[in-house]
């Protein structure tokens, strides 16, 4: 399991205040994905990155931004502008931009706003 | 745009039943699709994907285009089937939609 990790595992944050989740891989994986777990909603993409140094929006990307200055990690910072932050943050890696390669879990982070 | 819709929420079936879990897309494409499925206090993972044509712990999942569905199948459930399990289809840039997800339970 430790090929992907995340942390911290639990984040508290006040409201107005950005903070940033962390996402390293040692898989030596070209794409990197972050996705925002709500219940009853499933996965929705938030950024993804097919390689360094480039980056795409998904569907719920306002209040986001990332980068993705080194191939390893992918850091997710949640900004004041994200309306609705608390949520379980899940981040991804696959081997490159094939569209059938199998992506690869970290464990998560939960993000509560005080 | 993709969209991946699992109708089901819930499901519970007995142990040895047969259990099917839906899936259906909305793809203008051809699509790659998978199940993942989440174990009680695991990291979601891969359990099988179209283009692999695999059974995997006795489940299957056959792409039927015409019906644009994609629906994971297992003949005999065990208890151990118990899990959260997420649909998901990869467009052509790799970016991966994910459906809502249906939580089985298998009762002894």
């Known amino acids: 399991d430790g090929g992907i990790t995340q942390s911290p595992k639990y984040l508290f944050r006040k409201e107005g205040q950005n903070v940033t989740l962390s996402c390293e891989q040692n898989l030596n994986h070209d794409a990197m994905y972050w996705y925002r777990q709500d219940p009853g909603q499933g996965l929705r993409l938030i950024y993804y990155s097919q390689i360094v140094n480039d980056f795409q929006k998904g569907d719920i990307a306002e209040g986001y931004s990332v980068s993705r200055e080194k191939k390893e990690s992918f850091p997710l910072t949640v900004t004041s502008a994200q309306k609705n932050p608390t949520a379980f943050y899940l981040c991804a890696s696959s081997m490159g931009q094939n569209t059938y390669n199998e992506q690869f879990f970290g464990p998560g982070t939960r993000l509560t706003v005080l | 745009a993709q969209r991946v819709t699992q109708p089901e929420k819930l499901l519970s079936v007995f142990k040895g039943a047969p259990v099917e879990l839906k899936c259906n897309y909305s793809?203008?494409?051809?699509?790659?699709l998978f199940w993942y499925v989440q174990y009680s206090r695991q990291r979601l993972q891969l359990l099988l994907r179209?283009?692999s044509r695999e059974s995997i712990k006795g489940f299957t999942a056959d792409l039927n285009k015409g019906e644009t569905s994609f629906h994971l199948k297992k003949p005999f459930a065990q208890e151990e089937d118990s899990a959260m399990y997420y649909c998901?289809?990869?467009?052509?840039?790799?970016?991966?939609?994910f459906g809502a997800g249906t939580r089985l339970t298998v009762k002894p």
């Open positions: 998901a289809l990869s467009g052509n840039k790799g970016d991966m939609r």
């Open positions: 179209h283009i």
């Open positions: 793809y203008s494409g051809s699509p790659e």
